[in-house]
């Protein structure tokens, strides 16, 4: 299980990036952002929910109310990530969103390092100067010829600081909680804050139908896919690699992008894409290649 645990996370990882490109089909379709992200979330709430009833009651049940207020706060950051993602596309550009929002794989990293009180290993600080670079390619951020705007970068930030979060909160809170569990109560909390953030914006509520398809659609490659990856294998990686593995995220997007957009994808473009696969096969392969070599891994 262990070992399959990088893939899983990868999957989670690359369910991500799709979303950004059904939000733009569901836009064009007449369905507002607002009914969207509600619909999204309410779906994988409800999803999680049915799941979390189907199970023994040893599984779903928390005996503990602090840790189950714990574990909903910490979903809270979800909902956090995709309102602050979204605000800022109408100030900037969606590549300069997407390169503000790969700063969640250095900040995962940093919140990691404090929380377990270590240093970030050579391969680790190596992955992300890479991925980093990889990004500004693929997004294709440069040469830049217009101005930015400082309130879409912050919020976009924002959206990258919440995001490293949500991988933070998977992999250390409520691990003693059964996942689905654990992924229905975080569902919950970023329930929470997207109806409290949107709610006031449906009304009047136009195309309900056509929201709620294409909020089944998003809220399964936005939310019960990856949490339901993240919270069963992100606890079994090591310390630093869960974030280098999300940045699939970004070579995710450009993909489906240009798979269901149709949009132009680039020389550098594509270089920046394998610049991250291979940041991130490095930072998986290179450990245990070298654990076997020298009879470090059990």
């Known amino acids: 299980m262990k070992k399959l645990a990088p893939i899983f996370v990868a999957i989670g990882a690359i369910s991500y990036g799709i979303p950004r490109s059904l939000f733009k089909m569901a836009h064009h379709g007449g369905v507002t952002d607002g009914l969207l992200l509600c619909m999204t979330f309410t779906i994988a709430f409800i999803g999680f929910s049915i799941v979390r009833f189907t199970m023994s009651a040893p599984n779903r049940r928390v005996t503990n109310r602090k840790l189950k207020w714990l574990v909903i706060a910490s979903g809270t950051s979800m909902g956090f990530t995709n309102t602050f993602y979204i605000l800022s596309l109408n100030y900037v550009p969606v590549a300069i969103a997407a390169v503000m929002m790969m700063q969640s794989v250095w900040l995962s990293i940093v919140i990691s390092c404090l929380f377990n009180r270590k ?14 670079i990889g990004t500004i390619l693929a997004t294709g951020l440069f040469p830049l010829h217009q101005s930015v ?49 949107w709610v006031p914006t449906l009304f009047p509520i136009h195309n ?30 090591a ?60």
């Open 119 to 132: 240093l970030p290993t050579i391969t680790q600080a190596v992955s992300v100067v890479t991925i980093l």
């Open 149 to 197: 705007s400082w309130q879409g970068m912050a919020l976009s930030f924002l959206s990258a600081l919440a995001y490293a979060l949500t991988i933070q909160f998977t992999g250390n809170i409520g691990s003693t909680l059964h996942p689905m569990t654990k992924a229905q109560l975080m569902s919950g909390g970023a329930l929470i804050v997207v109806l409290l953030i």
């Open 208 to 237: 309900l139908a056509m929201g709620i398809s294409w909020g089944a659609i998003t809220s399964f490659f936005a939310m019960l896919l990856p949490l339901t990856c993240f919270s069963i294998f992100m606890p079994k990686l």
């Open 239 to 298: 310390m630093g690699i869960g974030p280098i593995i999300s940045s699939l995220e970004l070579p995710s997007s450009v993909v489906f992008a240009f798979a269901l957009l149709g949009e132009t994808v680039t020389g550098s473009q594509v270089m920046g894409v394998g610049l991250i696969i291979v940041a991130v096969i490095v930072t998986n392969v290179l450990p245990m290649r070298m654990g076997r070599r020298y009879g470090g891994m059990s």
